[in-house]
């Protein structure tokens, strides 16, 4: 017995594929077929059958086009996005990427950062693909920065920080903890978290293996706040820097060690702690 979406879906692919008649305009007819397929997409989620409500979303959005609804034709694929995400994680990315099309095309950026966020979300989920969720959560940021949507964009901009640590990439991740610690300094509600976006920085650059630029990193960092020095982070990211030069391993690991009690230490520094200690260790460690 056909479900009640399989029923609809009939429906709308008979008119979608009928011939226009006498009384009727093309457009009215694809507007019938449209609602059609939307009745389905919803049909098919009340059941459970997320991939057939995104291909029915699909084929209403493809009818809102041929009747010029643009709009509609916008929320459509992004229905398909929304079902597809259950079961099919690219063709929900697909079904974005034809959302964030036809936004841009009307130039509303402010909500192409929103569905480019969405897409970043699903490449990180269980690790799906890092790279393109790097690379779409920094999309996602400058398309907020540019509606002044700042502090959205620096949310934006951490994911890929952190994200391009994890890829290895730490001279990206140096540049985008520098640029959310240059916008966090302008307000009095996020200033507070500076110093360890500062602390982040100089420990993706000590990842890289060049000392220079982690020291160099600690004097600009100085000057743009005085206070600075004084803090914990300072203290420890200081610590590490100079026991690398130093090629001190003990003095590293009681650093880490001293720290972790005050401060735990979380994933993402732990990891990039241990990449440094690592090229400490080695005799061919890269740190100069």
Request: hydrophobic share 35%; glycine share 4%.
């Amino acid at each position: 017995m056909a479900s009640r979406g399989d029923e609809l879906l009939a429906k709308a692919e008979k008119k979608a594929k009928s011939s226009t008649g006498w009384f009727s305009s093309s457009s009215s007819k694809w507007e019938d077929a449209g609602d059609l397929f939307q009745q389905a997409g919803n049909a098919y989620k009340v059941d459970g059958r997320w991939t057939e409500s995104g291909k029915a979303f699909e084929r209403e959005a493809e009818c809102r086009l041929q009747a010029s609804e643009k709009n509609d034709a916008m929320n459509a694929f992004h229905n398909a996005a929304k079902s597809y995400k259950k079961t099919d994680p690219a063709a929900a990315v697909n079904a974005l990427h034809s959302t964030i099309k036809l936004i841009i095309e009307a130039g509303n950026f402010r909500q192409a950062a929103d569905r480019e966020k969405e897409i970043a979300t699903i490449y990180a989920q269980d690790g799906y693909d890092i790279a393109k969720a790097r690379d779409s959560f920094q999309r996602a940021g400058d398309w907020y920065k540019q509606e002044d949507a700042n502090a959205t964009a620096n949310q934006c901009y951490q994911q890929a920080a952190e994200l391009s640590a994890d890829l290895g990439d730490y001279q990206r991740s140096v540049e985008l903890y520098t640029t959310v610690a240059d916008w966090s300094l302008t307000s009095p509600l996020t200033k507070y978290s500076v110093k360890e976006y500062w602390l982040r920085a100089v420990l993706a650059a000590m990842a890289t293996g060049d000392l220079v630029l982690a020291q160099r990193l600690l004097d600009t960092f100085a000057q743009k706040d005085v206070t600075f020095p004084s803090t914990r982070e300072a203290k420890f990211a200081k610590e590490i820097v100079d026991s690398c030069e130093e090629a001190d391993v003990e003095r590293y690991t009681a650093a880490v060690y001293q720290y972790d009690q005050v401060t735990k230490l979380d994933n993402w520094k732990t990891s990039v702690l241990l990449r440094i200690k690592k090229a400490l260790e080695e005799d061919d460690s890269g740190l100069t």
